[in-house]
Nanobody, 125 residues
Framework: GHVAESGGGLVQPGSSLRLSCAAS????????MNWVRQTPGKGSEWVSG???????YYTASVKGRFTISRDNAKNELYLEMHNLKFDDTGVYHC????????????????????WGQGTQVTVSS
């Protein structure tokens, strides 16, 4: 399987971005999908996940600002990010794991079946 992220960029605090992840080569609809970021300050951090039933999960620092969604018809995953903060700076990876019934929120690449190269998000004034 393969995933490829896009949509990152350099933005000011308070701005918005929409990340996309295009999936191919695996049964996307059977996978729980996640966003994991690598930040300069905190290292790797699990950000958000959406299971195969489209139940969504978020780390506390992004709740109310980020929205994860998926389009199984297009094999795509999204992350809408609003009111971006300096601490949101990092490389955002799309990560997928075949569903086992409970979404696994992990920062380690080895815990996922598919992992993308990442897209850089930089929040700076």
């Amino acid at each position: 399987g393969h995933v490829a992220e896009s949509g990152g960029g350099l933005v000011q605090p308070g701005s918005s971005l929409r990340l996309s992840c295009a999936a191919s080569g695996f049964e996307f609809e059977k996978y729980d999908m996640n966003w994991v970021r690598q930040t300069p300050g905190k290292g790797s951090e699990w950000v958000s996940g959406i299971d195969r039933r489209s139940e969504t999960y978020y780390t506390a620092s992004v709740k109310g600002r980020f929205t994860i969604s998926r389009d199984n018809a297009k094999n795509e995953l999204y992350l809408e990010m609003h009111n971006l903060k300096f601490d949101d700076t990092g490389v955002y990876h799309c990560a997928g794991r075949r569903s086992i019934g409970t979404l696994v929120a992990d920062t380690r690449q080895s815990m996922y079946h598919v992992w993308g190269q990442g897209t850089q998000v930089t929040v700076s004034s």
